[in-house]
């Protein structure tokens, strides 16, 4: 049985590596390497141009929108806060233009921090712009624990309250009318939202990634495998 090939969408940013400085796509090894550890095949998809995002899903069994820079608040119909991030619109573009091609084909997807944030804002939701307490500090995540909420998919996955590794400054505040929230971490913040109905689609505000549990990935690696 062939592996579900998983596109995972990536940064674009400055990067050093031996004698070289120069732009780069890039993405923690945190994310293959939990895809490849549930089963899938990874392959990363650097911002393009979105006309093609169609076509580029097509051909894919399963998409990740990872992590990343703020979504800039006009997606949402905001002013940005002064505490909020510097945009990187090739990215929103882009990945907002994925999504929107994967709800389409009901391609299984899944949003991780930022992904969550993209597909709640793709979907018609809002974002909160700044709160503290989910980060360890500069550059280190921290930890809290996360709540499911009865009868949705992602407590299908995981039932239990589980500890997870976080980092993130923004959240959901109004929450997309096709969705709903899955999770929940002690202070109230939406921590998991997925798509209502018979289609695929989770986001979780956390980082999988960063962490051992591999069931999220596995779920939608087993999904990609039925599509």
């Not at 995972?8 to 945190?30: D, F, I, K, Q, S």
């Not at 619109?89 to 994925?98: C, F, I, K, N, Q």
């Not at 009318?177 to 971490?185: E, G, I, Q, R, T």
Request: contains cysteine; hydrophobic residues 45%; glycine residues 12%.
């Amino acid at each position: 049985m062939s592996r579900p090939l998983i596109g995972v969408t990536t940064y674009l940013e400055p990067a050093t590596w031996g004698v070289w400085e120069m732009p780069a796509a890039l993405l923690p090894a945190g994310y293959p390497r939990l895809v490849q550890a549930a089963g899938g095949l990874a392959t990363l998809l650097p911002p393009d141009d979105p006309a093609v995002a169609e076509s580029v899903v097509a051909r894919l069994d399963g998409l990740v929108i990872a992590g990343g820079a703020d979504v800039e608040p006009v997606r949402y119909g905001a002013e940005p806060d002064p505490r909020t991030g510097p945009p990187s619109r090739e990215r929103d573009t882009w990945e907002l233009a994925l999504i929107r091609a994967a709800l389409a084909s009901g391609t299984p997807l899944l949003g991780i921090c930022r992904g969550l944030q993209l597909l709640n804002v793709a979907l018609g939701g809002t974002l909160v712009q700044h709160l503290d307490g989910h980060v360890g500090g500069v550059g280190v995540f921290g930890r809290h624990t996360v709540k499911p909420v009865p009868g949705t998919r992602y407590a299908s996955i995981v039932p239990e309250e589980s500890s997870v590794p976080t980092y993130h400054h923004q959240s959901v505040d109004r929450l997309a009318d096709a969705l709903v929230a899955s999770a929940y971490a002690e202070d109230g913040t939406v921590e998991a939202v997925e798509l209502e109905g018979a289609g695929w689609a989770l986001g979780v505000q956390w980082h999988p990634e960063a962490g051992d549990d591999e069931r999220v990935m596995s779920s939608l690696v087993a999904a990609a495998s039925a599509h």
